[in-house]
């Protein structure tokens, strides 16, 4: 079955280099998807870009989307012509131009009941030659596939297989490369169809795809990681702070350094909570190999939000406050102080 997927895969390709538009676009022609498997492995929350719902029914662009992805009801009558031209190929036997091409249309006109009776519906040898020459075509690609010689030494990249192929088609060598379950051909395949026969996807889209994953991945740790921080500061915080912290948070994540402090920030509350000795905290934040901006911010935020902020600020200083920062220490220790008589909850947001 390998020679036919290959054939029909290309037979696909062609149509749809028909229908080229500017890009990598093709004109659009929706189909509707009739097989029940694939519509159940559909994620209908989620439908890729060639898939829509039109009202009841769900629908695939064929013209932008690679034979591979297609839904098998879609894939049928260019597997079909597959087949036909693969067993003639497979059979060995001496047959003339015009046997083939009878072989073929015949086949078409079993699979096709709306053409009978129609201009198609003739011999072979009294169909137009262009249309003569579109059966043919279906014979002579899979002719060339069949005659491709494999090559089995192991290429572990894509890009490297594909420019192999490409080398193998300018020195008028006819290659064949089993890459994972795909078969690329010299005489067929680029860089683009090499991507799509093994991945779906255009080498373009694959490396937006590839971005894309690992964006949202990126975020879903970033996301992990504002939990992991809101959390374990919660312990650390009065509960009256709780709202300003998690927005502290929040914003911290999405400066220039994705927060990545605040890891710090919370290893020397929870110092300031444990050990008595505020050294112990000077040491932590001393120990993080901050710049001059990052260790303001950590002290800045440890300051506002840690029970002892105010006491860590003035022993880190060493007592060399001016009278603006003396007010501000004085005005969180006070709202310290009141919330630690009203069980942390006094001061609400």
């Given at each position: 079955?390998?020679?036919?997927d290959?054939?029909a895969?290309e037979?696909h390709?062609?149509?749809?280099?028909?229908?080229?538009?500017?890009?990598?676009?093709y004109?659009?022609?929706?189909?509707?998807?009739?097989?029940k498997n694939?519509?159940?492995e559909?994620?209908?929350e989620?439908?890729?870009?060639y898939?829509?719902?039109?009202?009841?029914?769900?629908k695939i662009d064929?013209a932008?989307?690679?034979?591979?992805?297609?839904?098998?009801?879609?894939?049928?009558e260019k597997k079909?012509?597959?087949?036909?031209?693969a067993?003639i190929?497979?059979s060995?036997?001496n047959?003339?131009r015009e046997?083939i091409?009878?072989i073929?249309?015949?086949?078409?006109l079993?699979r096709?009941?709306w053409?009978k009776?129609?201009k198609?519906d003739v011999?072979?040898?009294?169909?137009?030659k262009?249309?003569?020459?579109?059966y043919?075509?279906?014979?002579?690609?899979g002719?060339?596939?069949?005659?491709?010689?494999?090559y089995?030494?192991?290429?572990?990249?894509?890009?490297?297989?594909?420019?192999?192929?490409?080398?193998?088609k300018?020195e008028?060598?006819?290659?064949?490369?089993k890459?994972n379950?795909a078969i690329?051909?010299?005489?067929?395949?680029?860089?683009d169809?090499c991507y799509l026969?093994v991945?779906?996807?255009t080498?373009?889209?694959?490396?937006i795809?590839?971005?894309?994953?690992?964006?949202e991945l990126?975020e879903?740790k970033?996301?992990?990681k504002?939990?992991?921080?809101?959390k374990?500061?919660e312990?650390?915080?009065?509960p009256?702070?709780?709202?300003?912290?998690?927005?502290?948070?929040?914003?911290?994540?999405?400066?220039?350094?994705?927060?990545a402090?605040?890891?710090?920030v919370l290893?020397?509350m929870?110092?300031?909570?444990?050990?008595?000795?505020?050294?112990?905290?000077?040491?932590i934040?001393?120990?993080?190999g901050?710049?001059?901006?990052?260790?303001?911010?950590?002290?800045?935020?440890?300051?506002?939000?840690?029970?002892r902020?105010?006491?860590?600020y003035?022993a880190?200083?060493?007592g060399n406050l001016?009278?603006?920062?003396?007010?501000?220490l004085?005005?969180?220790?006070?709202?310290n102080?009141?919330?630690?008589?009203d069980?942390?909850?006094?001061?609400?947001?």
């Amino acid at each position: 079955m390998e020679l036919a997927d290959s054939i029909a895969f290309e037979l696909h390709e062609r149509w749809r280099k028909n229908r080229i538009k500017a890009g990598e676009r093709y004109e659009s022609k929706w189909e509707t998807i009739k097989d029940k498997n694939f519509l159940e492995e559909l994620d209908k929350e989620d439908l890729p870009p060639y898939v829509k719902k039109i009202g009841y029914v769900y629908k695939i662009d064929v013209a932008n989307t690679c034979y591979t992805m297609l839904s098998p009801d879609l894939q049928n009558e260019k597997k079909e012509a597959a087949k036909v031209v693969a067993k003639i190929i497979e059979s060995k036997a001496n047959l003339t131009r015009e046997e083939i091409g009878n072989i073929i249309h015949n086949e078409w006109l079993k699979r096709n009941n709306w053409a009978k009776g129609g201009k198609l519906d003739v011999p072979f040898a009294k169909l137009p030659k262009i249309e003569q020459d579109k059966y043919l075509e279906q014979y002579y690609i899979g002719k060339k596939m069949d005659e491709a010689e494999l090559y089995d030494e192991r290429m572990g990249q894509l890009e490297i297989c594909a420019n192999f192929l490409r080398r193998a088609k300018r020195e008028g060598k006819n290659i064949k490369y089993k890459f994972n379950d795909a078969i690329l051909y010299s005489e067929f395949d680029d860089l683009d169809s090499c991507y799509l026969k093994v991945c779906g996807l255009t080498e373009k889209q694959y490396q937006i795809s590839l971005k894309k994953i690992f964006s949202e991945l990126n975020e879903r740790k970033k996301q992990s990681k504002i939990s992991r921080w809101k959390k374990r500061g919660e312990t650390l915080i009065y509960p009256g702070k709780k709202k300003k912290w998690y927005k502290t948070v929040e914003n911290c994540a999405k400066d220039s350094y994705d927060g990545a402090y605040l890891d710090n920030v919370l290893d020397i509350m929870e110092s300031l909570e444990k050990s008595e000795d505020v050294q112990d905290a000077i040491n932590i934040l001393n120990d993080a190999g901050h710049s001059a901006n990052s260790e303001a911010i950590v002290l800045d935020i440890v300051t506002s939000f840690s029970k002892r902020g105010p006491e860590f600020y003035r022993a880190k200083n060493q007592g060399n406050l001016d009278q603006k920062t003396e007010r501000y220490l004085n005005q969180i220790a006070h709202e310290n102080k009141i919330l630690s008589h009203d069980n942390g909850k006094g001061l609400g947001d």
